[in-house]
């Protein structure tokens, strides 16, 4: 399995056909699935040369749709070659890239180019692009979505760059107004400011100081707002990185009365818990924070239930001083956690341990991330016509995060030193392998993904 290798047939014991797992050979033409065979049905003459996996699990290559990837601007933080070989290290067949916090940021159909420049010739996964609502931009939406941009996203409170400032409430229905037809959908940093700010005091080296300035209430009332201009405009929206539990009941209100609403939660809101967080630890700050086990449960649970779509990383990743690590001050720190490369291992570690199946991970983890950037076409799941976008892995296999196998550029995250289990052995992107134990295609062997949405407006 050489890295840079193109394959017309994968064979394994176990591969995800559906609904069930079985002995199958995937038969691979011009880079898209053509038929996923029992076993015993295939001829040598059919499949070609055979790429026999064993036992390891076939599942489609996950779908990460939420991804900082920061160039062109802020290279030292990451960028597309360091980025996408992380994605591929972790099974990640497709990143979707956040408009910030590249400089500059993806707002305008100028900047959208800029960012496509930056990113050609260097990405090993494929990849898709949200473009940025902010103030005074809605003229620049209409021509992005034709552009081939996947989606917009947008603040309700400060984003922490200021190239990119939230959007007030008359921004809103005039960006909502500009994507009614379209087809397009507007993703929500779902935390506004509430009349009665939580003072900061308090130790800021003690994780619950910073716990204490960002509370529930923040979400609740953000999304809120995000269901009412949903119901009413009636425009896809979706709520990135859930972390309180609290507004559930006002999402499944939302949903029921007919608002076209989804909602994802991260790898590290369903891991990491508030009280485990030690003093001057500030590689687990991110906004919004890392709440208590009591409410990471009740996350869980609505993951089972259907009301939380989807997991995907949130990968925001930065250079080491700006997390303050010398000071240990996390009202001055970054907010952002690296985990892209690990995403696949962190669920299965936790989910298998709650009852969740291969085909919950497919569901959470490739379909519904698809289908939110209606890349579902091609991408998410393992049937003819799809791309053959293969994630070939060990869900028993147990390793151990350290510095030496992170491929993300800053290697710190909070997850060094932890125990997972799911190990990825070979990643394979439209039948070609980009990742195989280790080691990468010599050059980039991702494309490029614009979006067609279906328009029922003439744009």
């Not at 290279?75 to 910030?100: H, K, S």
């Not at 134990?437 to 050059?443: A, K, Y």
Request: with cysteine.
């Amino acid at each position: 399995m050489e890295p840079g290798s193109t394959v017309s047939a994968v064979r394994s014991q176990r591969v995800l056909c559906g609904e069930e797992i079985r002995p199958a050979v995937i038969i691979i033409k011009e880079g898209k699935i053509s038929s996923i065979l029992p076993d015993s049905e295939v001829s040598s003459h059919q499949a070609g040369k055979v790429l026999d996996v064993g036992n390891s699990l076939v599942m489609p290559g996950i779908v990460d749709c939420h991804v900082h990837v920061n160039e062109p601007g802020r290279t030292t933080w990451e960028g597309y070659w360091t980025a996408t070989q992380a994605a591929a290290a972790g099974g990640i067949t497709t990143i979707v890239d956040m408009p910030l916090n590249s400089i500059p940021p993806t707002t305008t159909l100028r900047n959208f180019h800029e960012k496509l420049r930056a990113a050609t010739g260097q990405c090993f996964v494929d990849t898709a692009f949200w473009g940025g609502v902010i103030p005074g931009n809605k003229l620049e939406l209409r021509p992005m979505v034709q552009a081939g941009v996947a989606g917009f996203k947008c603040f309700l409170i400060h984003s922490g760059v200021d190239e990119f400032p939230h959007v007030s409430d008359a921004d809103l229905h005039a960006a909502m107004k500009q994507l009614q037809g379209t087809g397009s959908v507007l993703l929500f940093h779902a935390e506004q400011e509430v009349q009665d700010p939580v003072s900061e005091k308090g130790d800021p080296h003690e994780y619950s100081t910073f716990l204490r300035s960002r509370p529930d209430i923040m979400e609740l009332e953000a999304i809120r707002t995000v269901t009412q201009l949903c119901l009413k405009y009636q425009v896809r929206c979706h709520i990135v990185h859930l972390s309180s539990a609290q507004p559930l009941e006002l999402i499944r209100a939302a949903r029921k009365a007919g608002a076209p609403l989804t909602v994802e939660t991260t790898h590290h809101y369903l891991n990491l818990c508030a009280e485990n967080i030690p003093a001057r630890a500030t590689q687990f700050k991110c906004c919004p924070p890392i709440r208590d086990t009591a409410n990471q449960e009740l996350l869980w649970s609505a993951l089972k239930a259907g009301d939380i779509d989807m997991v995907v990383s949130d990968h925001s990743p930065c250079t080491p001083d700006l997390k303050c690590l010398d000071s240990g001050d996390f009202t001055q720190a970054w907010g952002g956690i690296s985990s892209l490369q690990f995403g696949l291992s962190l669920f299965w570690t936790s989910a298998s341990e709650r009852g969740f199946s291969f085909f919950d991970a497919v569901r959470l983890l490739c379909k519904e991330p698809a289908q939110l950037c209606r890349l579902d076409n091609q991408k998410g799941s393992l049937i003819p016509g799809h791309d053959a976008d293969l994630v070939i892995w060990d869900p028993e296999k147990e390793f151990t995060v350290n510095e030496d196998n992170i491929h993300h550029k800053n290697k710190l995250t909070p997850y060094l030193g932890l125990a997972l289990r799911g190990r990825v052995k070979a990643t394979i992107v439209r039948g070609k392998v980009v990742y195989s134990h280790g080691s990468f295609s010599s050059q980039p062997l991702g494309k490029h993904l614009f979006v067609q949405h279906n328009t029922s407006a003439a744009l």
